[in-house]
Nanobody, 133 residues
Framework: QEHLAEAGGGSVQAGGSLTLSCTVS????????MAWFRQAPGKEREGVAA???????????YYRTALKDRFTISQDKTKKTLYLQMNSLKPEDSAAFFC???????????????????????WGQGTLVTVSP
């Protein structure tokens, strides 16, 4: 059973940066779509970014349009770790951030597809990010 564990959340002032990490216990397959989602208090969970890899090679990345200029998703599969670099943080970025994964037995032409949260069977417990004005 795969497990995901997020780290790196915390409190930061507006304009600051944080890097979240998500450690993967194991990759049951080489073809993986991993994503970051966030959920602010009183709001629905939303996708932040996703990344599709085959083996150790990143094939494609995806971003929520409004965040792509400030957030960067990356992964180091040799370290079994997914990252989310967040710059120029705003108070409205305050949320619990979750990593999620879906594994494919064969390379996927659709890659991460629409990366809706219901597509991801494996989730971490979340890490809290608080951005103060």
């Amino acid at each position: 059973q795969e497990h995901l564990a997020e780290a790196g959340g915390g409190s930061v002032q507006a304009g600051g940066s944080l890097t979240l990490s998500c450690t993967v216990s194991e990759y049951p397959t080489e073809n993986v779509c991993m994503a970051w989602f966030r959920q602010a208090p009183g709001k629905e969970r939303e996708g932040v970014a996703a990344i599709y890899a085959e083996g150790v090679t990143t094939i494609d990345t995806y971003y929520r349009t409004a965040l792509k200029d400030r957030f960067t998703i990356s992964q180091d599969k040799t370290k079994k770790t997914l990252y989310l670099q967040m710059n120029s943080l705003k108070p409205e970025d305050s949320a619990a951030f979750f990593c999620a994964a879906q594994f494919f037995a064969t390379p996927r032409l659709m890659r991460c597809g629409s990366w809706n949260e219901e597509d991801f069977p494996v989730w971490g417990q979340g890490t809290l990010v608080t951005v103060s004005p």
